[in-house]
């Protein structure tokens, strides 16, 4: 799940913007009587949506710890252009209930930007949300990387196109605490394993990490499961967990919870007991903040995490703070990511909502943000070497080149499991609950239908 939901400040933002019609740096010379266009010729550029609104509904908004808006909102301004169309941008920290009110109450927004696929399609399994017509659902299986093609296609009608998206395997570290003590950078699991080990047996802290994110609490815990259970039992096992084809607490369930307990339930890892219990009150946001004053040596968070790091921070192989990609299982295993992002989809099948849906999954919009707040889109056109902020073309190449890529499982899950006891149930194993009891309570909370 994307970290900007969680966000324990409550705020509302809103944004517009609107210019009278002209031609757009990315135009064509067809499909329309102004001889203008956009998208080859997709969105064709009449004024034809003067003096009307699209809203779009997110969960991103206006904070202190997020960009503004107003960039998003600023990279639709081509299409404005083209079109006339006013966008407005709504954000709320309170996204699962606000959508689910408004679908229900008649007022569903005309785009909406979900960062949970699983929520996605249960508005469409009850016809709450529009499905896309062939002409922009063909764009799902072209335009991106393999397997975001299935996230917005619910019993074979796709309602949605992928936007944005971050990489979650990531393990950040201190490259000059590592060179200090000849640390090496692992390419397996049973390195980073050893790696921990000679840093505990050395009188350092291996791991620092924090899970408390209000209601939310848990949640990184979720992501570390995520991924060992991609390392451990590959995509095809995740598949099968995730869409509760195997039940929550099978061995191969429990063998993954198992290992990650090895890290984040143990002492010698984080400092003593009381450490790993603080781990459940620490503010995700603050998780690897020790790192910069050497007192732990990694810590393992999403690409977002590039973000929370203090104002001035370096970030590169040089820098105060650099990353790693969260090594496989053993040698020669496919390169597996875990990763997240958001998917649009349309409330209603206005001619302007499909357009404006159709612009914002498209290689425009998405060098436009990429530009302007560093996010990565999972496009597969996405031209690598002309990004210009570095830390962003890594991320971007960490995407596009993972040989397996997977969705954050606990966003894919039904809301009371994903959202619910999955962050519940594993905050309690973190101070102390056993796993056994863990996965079966979960398990017995999974919705029968």
Known sequence: MRYGKRLAAVTMATALVSVACGSSSSSSDSGSSSG?????????CDGQYKGKTVEVFSPTRDSENDKPVADFVAAYQPLVDCTGVTIKWTGTDSFETEINVRVQGGSAPDVIDFPQPGLLASLARKGQIAALPDTIAAHTKSDYVSGWDTYSTVDGKVYGLPARANVKSLVWYSPAAFKDKGYAI??????????SDKIAADGGVPWCAGIESGVATGWPVTDWIEDFMLRLNGPDVYDQWVAHTIPFNDPK????????????????YFG???????EATTKFQ????PILDGKCYMHRQASFYSGL?????????DGQINFFYLPVAKSG?????LGAGDIYAAGNSKPESMDVLLYTGSKDYADAVLASRKEISPRKDIDIASIADPLAKRFQELLVNSDVFRFDGSDLMPGAVGA?????????????????????NIEASWPAS
């Open 36 to 44: 203008k266009t956009l998208l080859n010729g997709e969105i064709k």
């Open 186 to 195: 692992p390419q397996t699991l049973d390195e980073l394993k050893t790696l």
């Open 253 to 268: 369930v429990k063998a993954a919870v198992d290992a990650v307990g090895s890290y984040l339930k143990n002492p010698k």
């Open 272 to 278: 003593g007991d009381n450490a790993v219990k603080a």
């Open 286 to 289: 603050d998780g690897g903040l």
């Open 309 to 317: 790091w203090p104002k001035g921070t370096t970030i590169g192989d």
């Open 333 to 337: 295993d496919k390169k597996v990511m």
């Open 420 to 440: 619910g006891t999955f962050w519940t149930e594993i905050t309690a194993w973190i101070v102390g609950q056993d796993t056994d009891t863990t996965l079966k």
